[in-house]
C-alpha cells in the first residue's frame, strides 16, 4: 500500500504551523504563570490573578510567533525538497538560516546575517538531537544484520557479465 | 516506525531544556543584587565602629580599637570569599554542563553531514548514480527524487542504515526511497559500502533498486570484483 501513501509536504506546512502554535502557546503560558506569580503584589488573589492576566496577554502572541516560524520555516522546508529532489539535514538548516532571515528583513540586513546564522545553528543542533536520539534509540534493540550479507534477489552476479551489454534486468 | 515515534517527544524534552539557560539567567540577576545589600550591611558596621576612637583620648584605648576593627574585617571578608567561590563553581559547572551538550549535538551534525563514512553521504552518492542511470529513469521518469524513512511528523530526511564488520572491513549498508514522475511508482534503493583498506575510503560493493513487485534494476554491482 506504499502506492498510496500521501505526498507528505503540503499537509506538513499546516501540521507544522499548528503544532509550533501550539508549543508556543503552552511553553509561552508556563513561563508568563511564573512571571506574573511573582511580578504581582502579596496575596494569593493577587498573585493568581496577575498569573492569568499575564498568560491571556502574551501566550497569544508567543504563540502567533511561533506559528509564524513553523510555518515559514516548513514552507521553505517543502520549497527546497522540491526543488533539490532530495531530502536531507541540510534542507532543515538551510531552512532555518532562510527563515530567520526572512523574518529579521525589516531590521536590515546586518540583522538579517546575524538571525539567519542563529536559525542555521538553531535548526543543526536541533537535528544533532534527533540523530543522537536515532542512534540512542536503534542501541537500545540491537539486532545484527536484518538480512543475509549479500541479497538473494541478485544470484547471478557471480556469473560471467552477458553479451548483452553493461546494464542487467532481472525479472 | 517504533524508533521515529520516539523522535518528536524527545526533541520537545530538548526544547524544554533549552529553556532552562533564561532561568539560570534569571537567578544570576537575583543574585548579583544580594552582594551589594552585603557590602551595604559592611558599611554601615564599619560606620558603627568610628566613634570609638574619637571618645576615648588615652593611647592604650586607641590601640584596642584599632585591634578590634582588624579582626572583624577579616572575618567578613574570608566569609564572602567562601561565598562567592561556591558560587562561581556552580556557574562555571552549569556553564560547562552547557556548553558539553551543546558541542556533542554540533559534533554529531557536523559528523553526519562531513565524514565520508556517514550514512547521508552514502546516501547522496548512491541517488546521484541512480539518477544517471538510464534504466532507472526509463522506469521512474525523471525527476527523480529521493528520501529516507518517514518520521511521524512527515520528515523524511534519515535514511535507514546497519554497519558490521567483515573480515576486519567495516561495510555500511543503507536504505532509502526514490520515485520519478510515473505517478504510483516508487522504489528501495540498496546501497552498501566497504572501507578500502589501502586509501581509507568507503567504496561502493553494490547499488541496487527493487521495483515492485518483483524486479530489481542492478546500478552497480563491484562484490565479484572485490571478493
Redesign the interface.
Known sequence: M??Y?RE??P??IV??CG?AFT?GTI?GGI?QAFKGFRNSPVGVNHRLRGSLTAIKTRAPQLGGSFAVWGGLFSTIDCGM?QIR????????ITSGALTGAILAARNGPVAMVGSAAMGGILL???????????RF??AQ?PN???FA???S??PS??LPSSPFGD????? | LG??L??PH???T???LK?QPLRWGLREQKKTVQPRTVLGFTQKTFWTQGPDPRKAKEDSSKQVSINRNQREETGVSTSQKVKEAGRDVTYLIVVLFGVSI?G??????FK??FSSSSP?II??KA?GKCRT???VISVFGE??????E?SR??????VSF?E?A?NGLKRI?VKFYIEGSEP?K?GTV?AEVEENPRSGQFDFR?I?V?V?P?????VE?N??QQS
Open positions: 506504499e502506492e501513501a507528505p509536504c499537509w506538513r501540521d507544522d503544532g508549543m511553553g513561563f525538497v529532489g532530495k531530502e536531507d539535514p541540510w534542507n532543515s543543526a543542533l536541533i537535528e544533532g538531537a534527533g540523530i543522537l536520539l536515532t534509540a536503534s534493540f545484527g544484520p536484518q550479507e549479500d541479497h534477489q541478485l552476479s557471480q546494464y542487467r534486468q532481472y525479472q | 524508533r521515529q520516539l523522535l524527545f526533541v520537545l530538548k526544547a524544554c529553556t551543546t556533542s549535538l554540533l559534533y554529531t551534525i553526519e553531514l547521508n546516501y547522496g541517488l542511470h538510464p534504466e525527476p527523480v527524487k529521493g528520501y529516507g518517514m511528523r512527515g520528515r523524511r530526511q534519515h546497519t558490521y567483515n549498508r504510483g516508487q540498496h553494490y541496487f527493487d515492485a518483483k524486479r530489481s534494476i542492478v554491482d562484490r565479484f
